[in-house]
């Protein structure tokens, strides 16, 4: 687009809710915001949703190269795996801006084949940030994507990143639904909206332009990394240090 910044690849945001009672399924929960590629149009974009640290628990947001989506089933992401860093409440926003710049960038990995997206997720105890990847069996490519992600995140050394394989998630979904198909308090009636807070489908959306399409027409000069955050968490890296999540992560 002319006066803009191209980016090397084009990306999707998602939005999922989880559902209550297996209501409906994952595949059919998770909802595409936007696709862009250009710097304007992410910022733009960015600008519209509410960051995590405002959503209803049990909401995920991802952000993946278009045209692959954010299951393990997808043939670009079937043989992957993801990083995984766990937050205290109150610190997703902040580390969640910081990976989205770093991942449209290509600052992740040396080859931009190798990242697929990232998943934010804001649960009850604590959210987490993870970065999928293309193959799980690639030492040297994962031990290099680690190594990027702690950079440009600023992970102190005692914040560990658990890296798991997209196959046994597989495996531990399908012992947690074995469990809840013998729970008697399974196959009860109560529906959950998993794409909303009001059963709209604008869950994801900031209530001041929760009824408004995203304009993706150019917004004027906007900085690909800003110093000065328009919203998020309000916090400075500067200064004292935040506290993280369980170092066992």
């Known amino acids: 687009m002319s006066g803009q910044t191209a980016l090397e690849n084009a990306w999707t945001f998602w939005y ?8 409906e399924s994952y595949e059919d929960s998770i909802k595409s915001i936007a696709t862009f590629d250009t710097v304007e149009e992410f910022w733009q974009i960015y600008n519209h949703l509410r960051r995590p640290d405002e959503v209803t628990v049990g909401t995920d947001y991802h952000l993946f190269r278009a045209g ?14 993801k990083w995984i860093v766990r937050l205290k409440k ?11 710049i770093a991942m449209i960038g290509e600052q992740l990995s040396d080859s931009a084949s190798d990242i697929c997206g990232a998943v934010v997720s804001v649960r009850y105890s604590e959210d987490s940030i993870s970065i999928w990847n293309r ?13 990027m992600a702690r950079k440009f995140l600023r992970l102190p050394s005692f914040v560990k ?12 979904n399908q012992r947690e639904e074995w469990r809840r198909s013998h729970d008697d308090g399974h196959g009860g009636d109560n529906k959950a909206t998993p794409t909303g807070d009001g059963g709209d489908g604008t869950g994801w959306m900031k209530s001041s332009t929760s009824r408004r399409s995203v304009d993706r ?3 004027g000069s906007i900085n690909f990394r800003r110093d000065r955050r328009e919203s998020g968490d309000g916090d400075s890296r500067s200064g004292t240090r935040p506290s993280y999540g369980s170092s066992t992560g």
């Open 16 to 23: 999922h809710r989880k559902s209550k009672g297996g209501a």
């Open 68 to 81: 692959v989506k954010p299951t393990w089933e997808d043939e670009h992401n079937r043989a992957g795996g």
């Open 135 to 147: 193959s799980s069996r690639s030492d040297a490519v994962n031990a290099r994507i680690k190594q």
């Open 217 to 219: 027409s150019n917004s």
């Open 90 to 100: 109150g610190l997703v926003s902040r580390y969640w801006e910081e990976l989205l």
């Open 161 to 172: 990143l658990e890296y798991k394989p997209h196959e046994d998630s597989i495996i531990d």
